[in-house]
């Protein structure tokens, strides 16, 4: 079975530009989440789908945003980037919530 | 606000030796989780824990949750160099999920 794949794995962008970061579930999984770990802040929700539906977001500005599509892949959209948005985006998909999370390699993401 | 004070965030171990991290936090939750953390590396789930006793085990792991305490455990036996990796606890109350800060376990020989 394939695990959870995201794509970049690496990526370099300019204050002020735009990043989008895709992330394919287990298959089978409705649930994908997404998060963000800096050495400053932790690891840190960002959101939840679920059968394409936001069923949760975490305390992070409008600036980042997502989907899920009908296959259960996501994308994360984060607009403006700023230096702080600097870190390691880690994606997890699951069957549902309170099940087991699969993480992928996650998108180290530096803005300059 | 859902908090989640995880402590020790250092440990040193020797090989053989028992020892326990602890996380609390502060209202009422749905689920707990542990993660493993290897330098470098995505996160590895470990235990999914839904109810209040629930105690799960898995090798040389053995995690735990008291929802009146607001208190989860995860319990080290006989720790091996293998196990040297940073872990989180993670609580999910519905409304927010918080994790810990993690504890950095070094198992030494």
């Known amino acids: 079975k394939a695990g959870v794949t995201q794509t970049p794995r690496y990526l370099i962008k300019t204050r002020g530009q735009q990043v989008t970061l895709s992330c394919s579930p287990i298959s089978g999984h409705r649930s994908v989440s997404w998060y963000q770990q800096t050495p400053g802040q932790g690891l840190q929700f960002l959101f939840e789908?679920?059968?394409?539906?936001?069923?949760n977001k975490g305390n992070f500005p409008g600036r980042f945003s997502g989907r899920q599509f009908s296959n259960s892949r996501s994308e994360m959209n984060v607009s403006t980037l700023e230096l702080g948005d600097s870190a390691l985006y880690l994606c997890?998909?699951?069957?549902?919530?309170?099940?087991?999370?699969?993480f992928g390699p996650g998108t180290r993401l530096t803005v300059t | 606000e859902l908090k989640v004070e995880q402590n020790p965030l250092f440990l040193s171990m020797q090989e053989g030796k028992n020892y326990t991290i602890y996380c609390n936090y502060s209202t009422t939750s749905d689920r707990l989780y542990w993660y493993r953390q290897d330098p470098g590396k995505s996160l590895e789930s470990l235990f999914v824990l839904l109810s209040n006793g629930a105690v799960k085990q898995e090798g040389r792991l053995m995690a735990s949750l008291d929802t009146k305490a607001r208190l989860s455990t995860l319990h080290i036996t006989a720790a091996v160099h293998d196990l040297s990796a940073t872990y989180f606890c993670a609580v999910d109350n519905n409304n927010d999920m918080r994790f810990g800060a993690g504890t950095r376990l070094t198992v030494k020989p």
């Open positions: 789908y679920f059968s394409e539906t936001q069923r």
């Open positions: 997890a998909s699951s069957l549902a919530r309170g099940y087991e999370q699969y």
